[in-house]
């Protein structure tokens, strides 16, 4: 039954020729049997025995396993390499139609979604076609697309979302009378609208436009089955207060991360740097709390990155962080001004003191703490979540922050509400309370019953919305940042090591995203009492680790560098740590969760940017492509998956039978995985660039353009 029908159509006919830059070899290709793509011999005749006529794009799209990425969790087929070359269809132009079949109807607001993600699709697959055309060709190609859609509600992007999806991909000859060449059938079953979404990344995947003969290309005899993410949480986040990112390199790090099938963008929007968020009913934090009027979101910015975002099938989750790392903008309410106390305390906003001032405050300048003695803070405090969370349309989930809260003593190296001259009124409170300055038990009552406060004033705003809007928010969790450790000096203080966090972080209330790192972590304690974690650790998904030092030389504080090969091991290496028990000493190491508490305490994963050293310039090239083997490792998980797996066994298999050897390499899926991948992250980074991203290559275009894996060896650790 067809529920219905519409048509985008997006022809076009060249009109004006690019001069030419120069002649040089033109590069073509051959699937060979082994599933591997080999330059052909420039100076072998085109007709040689055994050789195909490809493109590179051409090939790589269907040759062997294919260059998806990430990689489907499901069964995957691909032509015969021999086929290759006729199951390829070109025509000059694209155009594309859908159908909504099936019995299943949907909302005004899903029929929406799918248009926005349909053109999104086009101008995808597009992108590299920049003729300008006055009419419409004689023969043009026809992509049909019919959906079956299983929920014709769901309409929001959430990472809970069923993303799940199957596509074909078939050829079927043109019809008489029609302009149309012979056009490609493709099929998609999907539960949701992001299901769909993502089937139609794969689709892009298999269409490429050659620029050198303005045409374009589809792969079909494609089958992908039941292709669904291992993980449901997968994400990137971006700090935007140390350096401001601009709404233009936000949208595209959220079609990056659509790419690689990601579904969360996470946004730490404040810190003692600045505010760079339109406040209306604070305007004051913006006013003195923004680095220059060109460094604002405005809620129209907001809101058009939210609804640009859930076109993508990407959720934003604004971060609020408190009680510490506070400061810019808030000091417009202070003793200075002529208010009775401070909002925020340990905060130099004009930098008078020097090094030597910020470095007894803070972890890194400038320094800043919400002023918890004082009750107009909570009132600010409120009015900020309302206006943030009426931006972002009330998402599912709202980040806290909560992390790195500095006490200290007099004598400790740094301090903050533990100083008798910048806490004065903290610590009056707590002696006015029966409280002991001297007992640490005295500041984590006083931070916890902050947090009971916080979340207290985020339900009822989500509450107060659902009562008036037409559409609830569906308000599931908060999260809030954990990590293990105790500072030896009392500075800083971890929530998570009391005996009765839950009493301030319920389980059922709170996801924990864990900073800390792999080893020794609080992540198995943590599933182990019924929390659900995002795993962060700082060795493996903090993408600024490895710079130089920027308050000192010798150094970031965050070494080394993360290679891209060590983010496409951490959900393996950390599954080995905690549930297999093998540390980097197995004489000490012991399983800590079993693998069904590890799938079901451990949503996922995201890397993270934060932008001391980072900006608008570097962004982009800081994230990607490290972020897509996070993408990978999320999606296919594929040291556990035994369908990925058989299919790498098939390929070894074809490729030993080439090389003349009697039985294939075992397939090991072990920490040396990433090498099976590496020739795919290649031409996928190459890929990204051409869709505007701003990624870091990984090898020289010589390389790229050579045999499949030629330059890259299977050695080395990687770090």
Not at 64 to 91: I, K, N, R, T
Not at 356 to 369: C, Y
Request: hydrophobic share 35%.
């Amino acid at each position: 039954m067809l529920a219905f029908s519409f048509l985008v159509t997006y022809c076009f006919l060249a009109t004006v020729a690019v001069a030419a830059r120069g002649n040089t070899v033109k590069k073509s290709y051959t699937c060979l049997e082994d599933g591997r793509c080999r330059l052909n011999d420039a100076l072998s005749p085109s007709s040689a025995a055994g050789q195909q006529d490809l493109t590179q794009e051409e090939c790589l799209m269907g040759c062997g396993m294919g260059h998806l990425w990430p990689y489907p969790s499901g069964e995957v087929q691909f032509p015969a390499p021999s086929d290759l070359p006729s199951s390829l269809v070109h025509y000059p132009s694209l155009g594309v139609k859908v159908s909504l079949v099936g019995a299943s109807s949907v909302s005004k607001s899903v029929s929406s979604l799918l248009s926005t993600m349909e053109q999104n699709f086009v101008a995808e697959v597009t992108r590299a076609d920049r003729r300008r055309y006055f009419r419409a060709p004689e023969e043009r190609g026809m992509l049909h697309i019919s959906l079956e859609l299983k929920d014709g509600e769901a309409h929001r992007a959430d990472y809970l979302n069923d993303e799940s999806y199957s596509l074909t991909i078939d050829r079927a000859a043109g019809r008489r009378g029609s302009k149309d060449a012979a056009s490609v059938n493709v099929h998609i079953t999907a539960t949701t609208a992001f299901g769909y979404r993502h089937a139609l990344e794969t689709l892009s995947q298999l269409i490429t436009f050659d620029g050198s003969d303005s045409k374009y290309a589809v792969v079909t005899g494609v089958r992908v089955a039941n292709d669904h993410p291992s993980f449901p949480y997968r994400g990137i986040m971006i700090d935007v207060s140390r350096h401001f990112i601009s709404v233009e390199k936000l949208k595209e790090n959220i079609r990056a991360a659509a790419y690689n099938k990601m579904n969360v963008v996470h946004l730490h929007l404040s810190d003692t740097s600045s505010i760079p968020v339109s406040l209306p009913s604070q305007p004051n934090m913006t006013y003195f709390g923004a680095y220059n009027a060109e460094s604002v979101f405005s809620t129209e910015d907001v809101q058009d990155l939210v609804e640009f975002a859930n076109g993508y099938g990407i959720m934003l989750i604004p971060e609020i962080d408190a009680p510490a790392h506070m400061g810019a903008g808030w000091q417009w309410g202070s003793k200075q001004a002529g208010f009775a106390d401070d909002l925020v305390i340990c905060h130099d906003a004009n930098a008078y003191g020097g090094y030597e001032d910020w470095e007894k405050h803070a972890l890194g300048p400038p320094g800043g703490q919400l002023n918890l003695a004082n009750p107009a803070a909570y009132n600010v405090l409120r009015d900020i979540y309302s206006d943030v969370l009426d931006q972002f349309a009330f998402p599912t989930v709202f980040h806290l922050g909560g992390d790195e809260v500095l006490v200290g003593s007099d004598k400790s190296s740094h301090r903050c509400y533990n100083d008798t001259v910048m806490a004065a009124s903290i610590i009056s409170y707590l002696e006015e309370n029966g409280l002991s300055r001297d007992d640490q038990q005295s500041f984590y009552q006083l931070w916890g019953n902050f947090t009971l406060k916080a979340t207290s004033m985020v339900h009822e705003l989500y509450k107060a919305h659902d009562k008036t809007s037409s559409e609830t928010a569906g308000h599931r969790k908060l999260h809030i940042w954990g990590g293990g450790g105790e500072d030896s000096t009392g500075g800083s203080y971890n929530m998570f090591s009391l005996s009765n966090v839950q009493d301030y972080l319920p389980p059922s209330t709170f996801t924990v995203q864990v900073w800390d790192t792999s080893e020794g972590s609080i992540v198995p304690s943590l599933v182990k009492q019924g929390y659900e974690v995002i795993l962060s650790h700082t060795d493996y998904v903090y993408l600024d680790c490895g710079n130089s030092g920027y308050v000192n030389a010798g150094g970031y504080w965050c070494q080394p560098y993360h290679e891209w090969y060590h983010l496409y091991n951490y959900v393996y290496d950390v599954y080995q740590l905690y549930v297999k028990g093998a540390g980097d000493d197995d004489s000490t190491a012991k399983v800590l969760l079993s693998s069904e508490e590890f799938y079901r305490g451990v949503l996922g994963s995201e890397t993270l940017i934060w932008t001391e050293m980072v900006d608008d310039v570097s962004v982009s090239q800081k994230l990607w492509p490290r972020s897509a083997a996070l993408a990978e490792a999320l999606w296919t998980n594929p040291h556990s998956n035994e369908q990925y797996r058989r299919r790498l066994q098939e390929q070894q298999g074809r490729q030993a039978a080439a090389w003349g050897r009697s039985d294939a390499v075992e397939v090991t899926t072990d920490n040396t995985l990433w090498y099976e991948a590496a020739d795919r992250m290649l031409h996928w980074r190459h890929r990204l660039a051409e869709r505007g991203v701003a990624a870091e290559a990984l090898q020289p275009t010589w390389c790229r353009q050579r045999e499949s894996g030629y330059c890259s060896r299977p050695t080395g650790t990687p770090k």
